[in-house]
């Protein structure tokens, strides 16, 4: 990283001479991702390149339409900038098409259903209080209003997607889009059994993969590529990109999905951000990259064992993945006070519902964590039992009311955390 400080630098300073008072913000900011322990599953540390790509000057550009089919000149730069971030996409997952326009997770699923529904077909996908996304059809989406979403879970004995209960409304609803994948599911999704439902009931098969990209281009979770008509991704979780998103399918509906994202949805493509996932895809090809995600799953694994073995109730009782949910409930406390005193500790995470949650969705059981972050830094799953201590230490201080652990928790994980320098930091 140092080598890339000096440009870094540079930005900071001119920011600090034009707007001391937003640099004073960014900089307090930069500080807080150093010495904190951030457990947000779809959070990361992008590389300085990454980081140098997202600052440039393609943020000056406009280049609406396609590379070679621009309604702008001056694109001879912007065009193989565009290429290459898709034959990377391409290349890296094994996909025929890749369109790498949409602005974030969110309008990348809005071009999903442009490009294969129409407003009022159904749309099958995970309950978000189950795990799922708001754009699978939920109801305060925009989603939910203009289509009509009908939600799957997870089993009550097993915490798992009850693949016969997707079948079983599949079969009553016929849905003309399916959705797997979701924000807070801990296991793998089963692509080829969703598949087999989708053909059984003709519904289009949508892989929302934007928690397990950079599981999947690491070769630690099975690949959506060969199972479903389109995958969705967001670029910033786990493939620890810069913020953005992707679409990726076979060749046959390359056409309808370029020209939902524009002009279905969207005006010009962020090249910065275009730029910058260019650069992700070329790191995640990279040998490196696949030993990040194997000690993500691993971080998890080891995280989870040592939660549950202090006493920690794990929603389908583990991982295969980066992310772990837990159910304070028997702890006597609930998620958001839990991961509000952990943040006070120096430990981020975020309070989430739990499968069949009996407390109110904005005041829910339980809290969401997440390796991909702390395996960027090159924490291992050694420090794993140390973590689960912190945890249990700053959730059993909330039951007793001992708010003095928390300061206590908080010097200790800047230490650690100051001789794990993230990539990226520090800046200036
Ligand atoms: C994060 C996420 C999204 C939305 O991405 P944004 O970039 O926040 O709009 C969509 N689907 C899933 C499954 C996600 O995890």
């Not at 980081?51 to 000149?73: F, Q």
């Not at 050694?382 to 689960?388: F, G, K, L, N, W």
């Not at 912190?390 to 039951?399: L, N």
């Amino acid at each position: 990283m140092a080598q890339t400080a000096p440009v870094l630098h540079r930005a900071t300073d001119a920011l600090a001479a034009a707007d001391p008072e937003l640099a004073a913000l960014v900089c307090a900011e930069e500080r807080l991702q150093a010495d904190t322990l951030r457990l947000i599953p779809s959070e990361n540390y992008v590389s300085a390149a990454v980081l140098a790509a997202t600052g440039s000057v393609l943020t000056n550009k406009y280049s609406e339409g396609y590379p070679g089919r621009r309604y702008y000149e001056g694109q001879q730069n912007v065009d193989p900038i565009e290429e290459l971030a898709r034959d990377r996409a391409k290349a890296l997952f094994g996909a025929e098409h890749a369109n790498v326009q949409p602005y974030s997770g969110s309008p990348a699923n809005l071009a999903v259903y442009l490009a294969f529904a129409k407003p009022g077909d159904t749309v099958l996908g995970c309950a978000l209080p189950m795990g799922g996304h708001l754009t699978h059809g939920w109801d305060v989406s925009v989603t939910g209003t203009w289509f009509r979403g009908i939600g799957y879970g997870v089993r009550r004995d097993t915490g798992r997607v009850d693949l016969d209960e997707v079948r079983s409304l599949a079969l009553r609803t016929r849905p003309r889009i399916i959705f797997c994948g979701g924000t807070a599911l801990p296991r793998t999704v089963d692509f080829a059994a969703f598949a087999s439902i989708a053909a059984e009931v003709g519904a289009v098969l949508a892989a929302d993969m934007s928690h397990l990209a950079g599981l999947v281009a690491g070769g630690v979770h099975p690949s959506p590529v060969g199972h479903a008509d389109v995958i969705v991704t967001t670029t910033h979780k786990t493939l620890r990109g810069p913020r953005g998103a992707m679409l990726l399918s076979g060749a046959e509906h390359a056409k309808r999905i370029d020209k939902a994202v524009f002009p279905g949805l969207q005006g010009g493509p962020h090249n910065h951000t275009t730029a910058a996932i260019a650069v992700a895809l070329k790191e995640a090809a990279g040998p490196d990259f696949r030993t990040y995600a194997r000690a993500v799953v691993a971080n998890a694994a080891r995280l989870g064992d040592e939660l549950a073995a202090r006493g920690f109730d794990l929603v389908s009782g583990g991982t295969d993945t980066h992310l772990l949910l837990t159910d304070l409930t028997s702890w006597g406390v609930a998620g958001k006070p839990a991961a509000k005193a952990l943040d006070r500790a120096g430990i981020v995470v975020n309070h989430n519902t739990v499968p069949y949650e009996t407390r109110r969705p904005f005041d829910p059981s339980g809290i969401r964590i997440g390796t991909p972050a702390l395996t960027s830094r090159g924490l291992g799953v050694e420090h794993m039992p140390q973590i689960a201590e912190w945890i249990t230490r700053v959730v059993r201080s909330v039951a007793e009311d001992r708010p003095d652990v928390e300061k206590q928790v908080r010097g200790e994980v800047a230490e650690l955390m100051a001789a794990y320098p993230a990539p990226g930091l520090p800046v200036g």
